[in-house]
T-cell receptor, first 111, second 115 residues
């Protein structure tokens, strides 16, 4: 399967701490994207990193991509209660007009 | 700009019935993709349309079909519903013609329950 795998499946931390989620995939990609989903709603795009990029930042988010290890990580710094959600990585492959999503990490921020 | 809209938001059907879900993309977006989300299988790609043409289809039975209209609005249809079709159906649109490389903007989803 081309589907990415995310680790951990669930993560619970205290407000103010940093949260790190990892994503691994199996084949060469064009890009990797991270999305957030709140409680069964639609997905919200967070950040896109292309295969020739190694790191990207957006506000409190930092994404890294290691194509040699076929893995990516999403770091959320100074977490807030509003960050409680499921986080998905999605990979785009050459020649396939679709994204392939991982199973997601359920993040809980405790006040 | 208005976001991606999906109607209806909730549906309850019984086995054997059919259902049609609708998706209106962001104005100017011509690519529309559909995904099925279930607790067991996660997010799975159904199909993608661009300029009224289906360019890619996921591994779903022929009971799942879709179409796109000239205004880029899209519908998906599921015939002969089964209990396992209960899911959140998500529609996403992208500005450019390459959903595998572009940001996708998702609608709120249609929650389908099959009894």
């Amino acid at each position: 399967s081309q589907q990415g795998e995310e680790d951990p499946q669930a993560l619970s931390i205290q407000e103010g701490e940093n949260a790190t989620m990892n994503c691994s995939y199996k084949t060469s990609i064009n890009n990797l994207q991270w999305y957030r989903q709140n409680s069964g709603r639609g997905l919200v795009h967070l950040i896109l990193i292309r295969s020739n990029e190694r790191e990207k930042h957006s506000g409190r988010l930092r994404v890294t991509l290691d194509t040699s290890k076929k893995s990516s990580s999403l770091l959320i710094t100074a977490s807030r209660a509003a960050d409680t959600a499921s986080y998905f990585c999605a990979t785009g492959f050459q020649g396939a007009q679709k994204l392939v999503f991982g199973q997601g990490t359920r993040l809980t921020i405790n006040p | 700009k208005a976001g991606v809209t999906q109607t209806p938001r909730y549906l309850i059907k019984t086995r054997g019935q059919q259902v049609t879900l609708s998706c209106s993309p962001i104005s100017g977006h011509r690519s529309v993709s559909w995904y099925q989300q279930t607790p067991g299988q996660g997010l799975q790609f159904l199909f993608e349309y661009f300029s009224e043409t289906q360019r890619n289809k996921g591994n779903f039975p022929g009971r799942f079909s879709g179409r796109q209209f000239s205004n880029s609005r899209s519908e998906m249809n599921v015939s002969t519903l089964e209990l396992g079709d209960s899911a959140l159906y998500l529609c996403a649109s992208s500005l450019l013609a390459r959903p595998n490389t572009d940001t996708q903007y998702f609608g709120p989803g249609t929650r389908l329950t099959v009894l």
